[in-house]
């Protein structure tokens, strides 16, 4: 039996493991997809590993329910940075590494946690994509996971599953496709954002690398001001800064949200 936390960041839940032992079979990805399956599984929209790490506090391993591990997830980075405080793997204010690249993480009061993420990469403004026979504009940036932002009137009207999958898989993405989200501009410091998620392929009720892609795209856009008050579809608001080096550079960039509790369990990971 191997003990695991059930959190949510902002509604985006996951299976949390201490894995400093290295003993979860992290290879076995047919096992991470049942365990985040849910009623068959734990159920989640992510499995998250501490362990070792020689360079920073520990190491955060994520993968999706389908079994892919990718590079980064924001609201999986802030759990992770709770929970690794509350087990004596970190202290408050901490390091981690991950694919995407080392993070930083403070512990603030009220279960929210302030995460410094790595510098976004590969911006791109004005795109332009054909899709279903209609040309969109399209801005993209790998803000830790790639990402596609948007900007619609009304975030609420459209078909998010169908033009998401479409998006995702588009051939302009290949091989390993995007995370596409929606912005409608809501104030002068604020959006109302939601996000289709690669690897859960499906809507999911908030993305914190998708909230930071969409309040940097919006800044260097000129559509809002910074700090950015970002509403994702769980009705969680959270926060992303950062400090403009140039016209389409960023650095210091932050997401500041929620990490919560759900409850704590056992599971036969042999069985």
Not at 38 to 57: C, H, M, R
Not at 150 to 165: F, K, R, Y
Not at 224 to 238: E, F, H, Q, R, Y
Request: glycine letters at 10%.
């Amino acid at each position: 039996m191997k003990s695991f936390w059930k959190m949510h960041g902002a509604g985006n839940d996951f299976i949390l493991f201490d894995d400093r032992d290295l003993t979860f079979p992290d290879q076995d990805h047919d096992l991470i997809c049942k365990i985040a399956t849910p009623k068959y599984g734990v159920g989640s929209e992510g499995v998250i590993l501490i362990q070792p790490s020689e360079t920073a506090d520990f190491r955060m391993r994520f993968y999706n329910p389908d079994g892919s591990e990718v590079e980064m997830c924001g609201n999986g980075a802030r759990c992770v940075s709770k929970l690794a405080y509350e087990i004596g793997a970190a202290p408050s204010e901490m390091k981690f590494d991950t694919v995407a690249g080392v993070i930083a993480a403070k512990i603030l009061a009220e279960e929210q946690v302030e995460l410094t993420m790595t510098e976004p990469k590969d911006l791109k403004l004005n795109g332009q994509l054909e899709l279903d026979g209609e040309v969109l504009t399209y801005h993209f940036v790998n803000s830790g996971v790639p990402h596609v932002v948007i900007e619609v009137d009304d975030v609420d009207s459209i078909d998010l599953p169908t033009m998401g999958a479409a998006i995702r898989y588009h051939q302009e993405f290949s091989p390993r496709g995007t995370n596409v989200n929606l912005i409608e501009i809501t104030g002068t410091d604020s959006l109302k954002v939601r996000t289709y998620e690669r690897g859960v392929e499906a809507e999911t009720l908030a993305c914190g690398t998708g909230m930071v892609a969409c309040g940097l795209i919006a800044g260097t856009l000129g559509r809002v001001s910074t700090p950015v008050n970002i509403t994702c579809a769980s009705g969680d608001v959270l926060g992303v800064n950062y400090r403009s080096t140039d016209e389409e550079s960023m650095e210091n960039v932050t997401l500041t949200g929620p990490a919560v509790h759900v409850f704590k369990g056992e599971i036969n990971i042999e069985a």
